[in-house]
């Protein structure tokens, strides 16, 4: 056994001297873990309490957080009240979607249309409409058949901008030409409160999108990949609706009498999680490129919900301002280190 293993040379703790070694043979070993950090360290020094000292040293090493920082998380959060109203009218708090598209016949030629599903949040009722694009007019006059049909709605929710969970590739591009503040000002018409989800949180919008689901079974059971004509497929959604309004049902009653008594108890997400603040300069977590090409952001404006928990916030980049939520970000650097 070599001399220096022996008879270490001994450092404090909390002297700089004990954090500039440890920081040094940690970069030696191309910023290795703390088990084979320390075992290094302390073939020529011995440090008091050098665990901590290693694993705290660690925590700050910027390469180390930019390559293996977890994303944020934060207290699970209850359920909207909407979801728990059955008393109101059906319809009166509803969530919709595009999903598609099908291909049907007209004359000689083959022509996309859209399926547009609208949920109640209460009651889990189900409402079809067929659109002939997904544009800003032919999204308008859904909505607006919609409301004629199913009576007064008081507040609609959807996602936001082209991120809709399983639509195909021309959903998404044809999405990104709806004129989003026209569309807003023809609800307001009527009275009614149009909200979007955080950009990338499609599970925000779980309660279409498990609908959609069910629809798509049923439409891909029926048709058997067969064109059908527009009134065809007209007929098809509304022969369907019953169908997936029986599913619907069930399953809310389901959900009420077996699932939402277990809910009591949460099995994950049951701690509060400090909140990111304005300044702080975060990793924006991109699952289509390399971890190490992640851009790195500063938050300009948060968003705490009710009860003071920040679920989604505001990042300043070089050309604009993208909104996304906490658990698309790796804090790098709070604002109060800096």
Same mark, same amino acid.
Not at 19 to 37: A, C, D, E
Not at 67 to 82: F, I, W
Not at 145 to 150: A, L
């Given at each position: 056994?070599?001399?220096?293993?022996?008879? %270490?040379?001994?450092?404090?703790?909390?002297?700089?001297?004990?954090? !500039?070694?440890?920081?040094?043979?940690?970069?030696?070993?191309?910023?290795?873990?703390?088990?084979? +950090? $320390?075992?290094? $360290?302390?073939?020529?020094?011995?440090?008091?309490?050098?665990?901590?000292?290693?694993?705290?040293?660690?925590?700050?090493? #910027?390469?180390?957080?930019?390559?293996? @920082?977890?994303?944020?998380?934060?207290?699970?959060?209850?359920?909207? &009240?909407?979801? $728990?109203?059955?008393?109101? %009218?059906?319809?009166?708090?509803?969530?919709?979607?595009?999903?598609?598209?099908?291909?049907?016949?007209?004359?000689?030629?083959?022509?996309?249309?859209?399926?547009?599903?609208? +949920?109640?949040?209460?009651?889990?009722?189900?409402? !079809?409409?067929?659109?002939?694009?997904?544009?800003?007019?032919?999204?308008?006059?859904?909505?607006?058949?919609?409301?004629?049909? @199913?009576?007064?709605?008081?507040?609609?929710?959807?996602?936001? @901008?082209?991120?809709?969970?399983?639509?195909?590739?021309?959903?998404?591009?044809?999405? #990104?030409?709806?004129?989003?503040?026209?569309?807003?000002?023809?609800?307001?018409?009527?009275?009614?409160?149009?909200?979007?989800?955080?950009?990338?949180? #499609?599970?925000?919008?779980?309660?279409?999108?498990?609908?959609?689901?069910?629809?798509? &079974?049923?439409?891909?059971?029926?048709?058997?990949?067969?064109?059908?004509?527009?009134?065809?497929?007209?007929?098809?959604?509304?022969?369907?609706?019953?169908?997936?309004?029986?599913?619907?049902?069930?399953?809310? &009653?389901?959900?009420?009498?077996?699932?939402?008594?277990?809910?009591?108890?949460?099995?994950?997400?049951?701690?509060?999680?400090?909140?990111?603040?304005?300044?702080?300069?975060?990793?924006?977590?991109?699952?289509?490129?390399?971890?190490?090409?992640?851009?790195?952001?500063?938050?300009?404006?948060?968003?705490?919900?009710?009860?003071?928990?920040?679920?989604?916030?505001? !990042?300043?980049? &070089?050309?604009?301002?993208?909104?996304?939520?906490?658990?698309? !970000?790796?804090?790098?650097?709070?604002?109060?280190?800096?």
């Amino acid at each position: 056994m070599p001399e220096d293993v022996k008879h %270490p040379l001994i450092l404090a703790k909390d002297q700089h001297i004990s954090v !500039l070694i440890s920081r040094h043979i940690h970069q030696q070993l191309s910023h290795s873990g703390r088990n084979h +950090t $320390l075992a290094n $360290l302390r073939k020529k020094f011995w440090i008091t309490n050098g665990n901590s000292v290693v694993r705290k040293m660690i925590s700050q090493c #910027s390469f180390c957080r930019r390559h293996n @920082g977890r994303v944020q998380e934060q207290k699970m959060a209850d359920l909207p &009240k909407e979801r $728990l109203l059955p008393d109101l %009218p059906p319809f009166t708090n509803v969530g919709g979607d595009f999903f598609g598209p099908f291909n049907v016949k007209r004359g000689r030629n083959c022509v996309k249309r859209y399926g547009v599903i609208f +949920t109640c949040f209460s009651s889990r009722a189900v409402h !079809l409409e067929m659109a002939q694009s997904v544009d800003t007019d032919a999204c308008i006059n859904a909505l607006r058949r919609f409301i004629c049909r @199913g009576g007064q709605v008081s507040s609609m929710k959807s996602d936001n @901008g082209t991120n809709f969970v399983g639509a195909e590739r021309e959903l998404r591009e044809a999405l #990104s030409s709806l004129n989003h503040n026209q569309i807003h000002r023809a609800l307001l018409q009527h009275g009614i409160h149009w909200s979007f989800n955080p950009p990338t949180a #499609s599970h925000h919008g779980g309660v279409w999108e498990r609908l959609i689901r069910m629809v798509r &079974k049923v439409l891909n059971s029926v048709l058997h990949l067969q064109v059908l004509d527009e009134d065809g497929l007209n007929t098809v959604l509304c022969r369907r609706w019953r169908q997936v309004q029986y599913m619907a049902d069930l399953f809310w &009653k389901r959900w009420v009498q077996e699932y939402l008594p277990l809910l009591q108890e949460r099995q994950k997400w049951n701690q509060s999680k400090g909140n990111l603040v304005p300044g702080d300069i975060v990793l924006l977590a991109d699952s289509s490129v390399p971890r190490g090409s992640w851009l790195m952001e500063r938050i300009l404006e948060v968003f705490p919900d009710k009860k003071g928990f920040v679920r989604s916030v505001h !990042l300043k980049t &070089k050309t604009n301002i993208l909104e996304r939520l906490v658990t698309k !970000l790796c804090l790098l650097q709070a604002v109060s280190n800096s």
